[in-house]
């Protein structure tokens, strides 16, 4: 199956900084979807991004399908923002199943 | 979007007794999902359940230890049997919205389990 891999695993901020998050994958997909888990463990859904740039206020996604990697970008980071960000997936031939990235845990500190 | 609600939201039960979890989306769906995450971890899928067919398995997943009912296009309910410690969990159903080339999913709040 489609292997999926977020780096880095862990991140540290502080809040008002900058930060990147990245999401490889080893084949052709027809979902890409960014989530971010709250402390509650609700998924909040960032964006569907297969392809192409998104923005939503302070955070913004890019897809590069050919070389198949995704990049998450939070800027201004808030307290609010800390929890498990996931990257998933799902093949073209997949029919839905996402793929899930081990996440990257994110802690903004005031 | 879609709202989805589960039902319960967090349970601790007893070593081998069963908990069916409801699942429960505000518009009609064809494909439902049913994923499990172990504690600190990722998810994981457990099934696929479409309405009108059997639910479909991933590899270490088995029918008798997770039935999965589908009666129409707006439920679902999963069935953890015999619960072993190892059954604590957060499982998560989510639903395909489709349409104009989309594929986005939608996740249910979850159901923490705990078992001892």
């Known amino acids: 199956g489609i292997q999926v891999e977020q780096s880095p695993p862990d991140l540290i901020l502080q809040e008002g900084a900058n930060s990147t998050l990245r999401c490889n994958f080893s084949?052709?997909?027809?979902?890409l979807q960014w989530f971010h888990q709250n402390p509650w463990g609700q998924l909040i859904n960032l964006f569907y991004?297969?392809?192409g740039t998104k923005q939503n206020g302070r955070l913004s996604a890019t897809t590069v399908a050919t070389e198949r990697y995704s990049l998450l970008y939070i800027s201004s980071s808030q307290t609010t923002d800390s929890g498990v960000y996931f990257c998933?997936?799902?093949?073209?031939?997949?029919?839905?199943?996402?793929?899930f990235g081990a996440g990257t845990q994110v802690v903004v500190t005031p | 979007s879609a709202v989805i609600s589960q039902k319960p939201s967090r349970d601790i039960c007893q070593r081998g007794t069963s908990l069916t979890i409801q699942c429960q989306v505000d518009?009609?769906?064809?494909?439902m999902f049913w994923y499990r995450q172990q504690p600190g971890q990722s998810l994981t899928l457990i099934a696929t359940?479409?309405?009108?067919?059997?639910?479909?398995?991933e590899s270490g997943f088995v029918i008798d230890k997770f039935p999965i009912s589908r009666p129409n296009l707006t439920f679902s309910t999963l069935t953890v049997s015999n619960m072993s410690p190892e059954d604590s969990s957060i499982y998560l159903c989510?639903?395909?919205?489709?349409?104009?080339?989309?594929?986005?999913?939608?996740f249910g709040p979850g159901t923490r389990l705990t078992v001892t």
């Open positions: 518009s009609q769906v064809t494909m």
């Open positions: 998933a997936v799902a093949g073209t031939d997949s029919w839905g199943k996402l793929q």
């Open positions: 084949d052709s997909v027809n979902n």
């Open positions: 359940a479409n309405q009108g067919s059997e639910a479909t398995y």
């Open positions: 989510s639903v395909e919205l489709t349409g104009r080339s989309s594929y986005e999913q939608y």
């Open positions: 991004i297969p392809s």
